[in-house]
């Protein structure tokens, strides 16, 4: 199964672009592509009403639009429940206050939508191809970076606790003064580290983010960078490339979208940095189009052939 991330700046046009491109690749394999933004317009390219249901529009395409305030909520409630299963014995300290303020914690968001994609590709086998439209380019790095960073917390927390659970098998041993020099004897009883919930749970969510990183980072992956011919556009580009980089994502592809005769030029002048920003990663260009209905003749329909095909 092959995964397809389209980002960008918000506005650029990727969500036109990825409609374009899996309606193109649905020409000859089966397609899922879903919204991860909050601003969705998918339901309004294909001219559909979308909720957060899937919508079969063709034998081999379908849309969906994920809510993303219910994604942060669904988590939320499913993570509250695990924590509240697996220190129940803290109860006495009435920890269901702190948890009901985890909805304001940082990084809610971020880990409900890389649930959300874990999901997707673990449970939509039947597809081909599964095409995400991502959320502006803050949001899309801030998620896409979670496996690689919860991986390096996880491990250190497994440590942790490693540590905690040899102390507390642990006896000391000091059955007369010591002497000058002397070390206290330690005698470890035998423990079995499969006996303890919180460890197992730690090393469950590290085999699952290691092997989505692993997903994320393979040659399954691609990852299509949309924008526009001007200079905002270029700069938040040139940050997406780099954060790309050092997160050792998969960038494949670049499009120049909404090119006009107009801002020809310009568009030449942000390609030639773009190709200096990425090296040898390919580029296309796609002109101003009126057409945004894929299932038609629309030049934007026909210009993606070839970028469809690519995939």
Not at 277 to 301: H, M, Q
Request: one cysteine or more.
């Amino acid at each position: 199964m092959k995964i397809l991330f389209f980002t960008g700046k918000g506005g650029v046009g990727k969500s036109t672009v990825a409609a374009a491109s899996a309606w193109q690749i649905s020409q000859r394999a089966r397609v899922l592509i879903q919204s991860l933004d909050p601003a969705h317009n998918l339901g309004d390219i294909f001219g559909v009403s979308l909720g957060d249901r899937k919508r079969k529009i063709s034998d081999t395409l379908t849309l969906q639009e994920v809510d993303l305030q219910k994604l942060a909520r669904d988590y939320l409630e499913r993570e509250t429940r695990v924590l509240g299963e697996t220190y129940r014995y803290l109860q006495v300290l009435n920890l269901d206050n702190y948890f009901s303020i985890l909805k304001y914690s940082p990084g809610i968001e971020e880990y409900a939508l890389l649930t959300s994609i874990e999901r997707t590709i673990n449970e939509e086998t039947d597809f081909d191809y599964l095409v995400f439209d991502t959320p502006p380019t803050g949001l899309t790095l801030r998620f896409l970076a979670l496996p690689s960073v919860t991986i390096t917390w996880i491990d250190r927390l497994i440590a942790i606790r490693e540590k905690i659970l040899e102390k507390r098998y642990t006896i000391q041993k000091i059955r007369r003064p010591l002497k000058e020099g002397e070390v206290p004897r330690e005698e470890r009883l035998k423990y079995d580290p499969e006996d303890d919930a919180i460890l197992q749970r730690l090393r469950v969510l590290e085999n699952n983010y290691v092997r989505l990183n692993g997903i994320l980072r393979g040659g399954d992956c691609t990852v299509v960078l949309v924008f526009n011919p001007d200079m905002l556009s270029l700069r938040e580009s040139q940050r997406l490339v780099e954060g790309l980089r050092e997160l050792g994502l998969p960038l494949r592809l670049l499009v120049d979208n909404k090119v006009t005769d107009r801002n020809e030029e310009m568009a030449e002048r942000v390609e030639t940095v773009m190709k200096q920003t990425a090296p040898g990663i390919a580029l296309e260009r796609v002109p101003l189009s009126d057409g945004l209905y894929c299932g038609k003749e629309t030049v934007l329909y026909r210009i993606m052939k070839d970028m469809g095909d690519r995939f």
